[in-house]
């Protein structure tokens, strides 16, 4: 089981972390390769996201982020990838869907047309993002549509076994390292407003429908 916590920042200092320039400095900074990638996500409405399922294909590969804690800027997942995974962990959240869907192993695109589920959001994004201090990941997402966010975000492989409270332990524990990562390192992470990718694209998405000339 990966678990995954991540808050979100603003990223006006993004010339100061590629240059490690604030003080004090990052004792450890790597620059990974620019990526550019393909996210389109899934849902009925918003029934998966008010379920806590975010669930989507990155350059064509099924990936779901399962929410377990935290808020919209401080987050807290269970990362799934991959068919199988994913097919069990909507299972898990959904089973009024599955038990009308018939088959105990879902073909998961059968799945979304038979519970009528459906693209809602295309983003193209390309990402810098940043290996700190050993463990740390930092991300700069900048999308096709003109939205910028930061995150940082740690991960941690979980047993699938472990009772609840040991797993719940384990993400406040993740969530108050980043919490001091974040206060240590403050030049590199300014205070403010941000939103998720997501959000803001549907933000966008309605200005851009309000604004439409009549035909």
Same mark, same amino acid.
């Given at each position: 089981?990966?678990?995954?916590?991540?808050r979100k920042?603003?990223?006006?200092?993004?010339?100061?972390?590629?240059?490690?320039?604030?003080?004090?400095?990052?004792?450890?900074?790597?620059?990974?390769?620019?990526?550019?990638?393909?996210?389109?996500?899934?849902?009925?409405?918003?029934?998966?996201?008010?379920?806590?399922?975010?669930?989507?294909?990155?350059?064509?590969?099924?990936?779901?982020?399962?929410?377990?804690?935290?808020?919209?800027?401080?987050?807290?997942?269970?990362?799934?990838?991959?068919k199988?995974?994913i =097919?069990?962990? &909507? +299972?898990?959240?959904? %089973?009024?869907?599955?038990?009308r869907?018939?088959?105990?192993?879902?073909?998961?695109? !059968?799945?979304?047309?038979?519970?009528?589920?459906?693209?809602?959001?295309?983003?193209?994004?390309?990402r810098d993002?940043?290996?700190?201090?050993?463990?740390?990941?930092?991300?700069?997402?900048?999308?096709d549509?003109?939205?910028?966010?930061?995150?940082?975000?740690?991960?941690?492989?979980?047993?699938?076994?472990?009772?609840?409270?040991?797993?719940?332990?384990?993400?406040?524990?993740? =969530?108050?390292? &980043? +919490?001091?990562?974040? %206060?240590?390192?403050?030049?590199?992470?300014?205070?403010?407003?941000?939103?998720?990718? !997501?959000?803001?694209?549907?933000?966008?998405?309605?200005?851009?429908?309000?604004?439409?000339?009549?035909?």
């Amino acid at each position: 089981m990966l678990l995954e916590v991540e808050r979100k920042f603003c990223p006006s200092a993004a010339g100061l972390i590629t240059c490690n320039a604030g003080s004090p400095p990052f004792r450890q900074i790597l620059r990974h390769r620019r990526q550019v990638f393909r996210d389109v996500y899934y849902d009925h409405g918003r029934f998966l996201r008010n379920a806590g399922v975010w669930l989507r294909r990155r350059n064509k590969r099924w990936e779901a982020k399962l929410k377990v804690g935290g808020d919209y800027k401080y987050s807290q997942f269970q990362e799934v990838k991959g068919k199988t995974a994913i =097919d069990a962990a &909507i +299972a898990k959240h959904l %089973q009024g869907l599955i038990s009308r869907t018939g088959p105990r192993h879902l073909d998961l695109p !059968l799945f979304l047309g038979a519970c009528r589920i459906e693209p809602v959001a295309d983003i193209e994004t390309m990402r810098d993002s940043w290996t700190a201090d050993d463990e740390y990941t930092i991300v700069i997402d900048t999308t096709d549509f003109g939205h910028t966010v930061g995150e940082v975000e740690l991960e941690h492989n979980h047993p699938e076994l472990v009772q609840e409270d040991a797993k719940n332990d384990m993400l406040k524990q993740m =969530d108050q390292k &980043i +919490a001091v990562f974040m %206060q240590r390192y403050a030049w590199a992470f300014p205070s403010g407003q941000c939103k998720g990718k !997501l959000t803001a694209f549907f933000e966008w998405k309605n200005r851009a429908t309000e604004q439409k000339p009549f035909e």
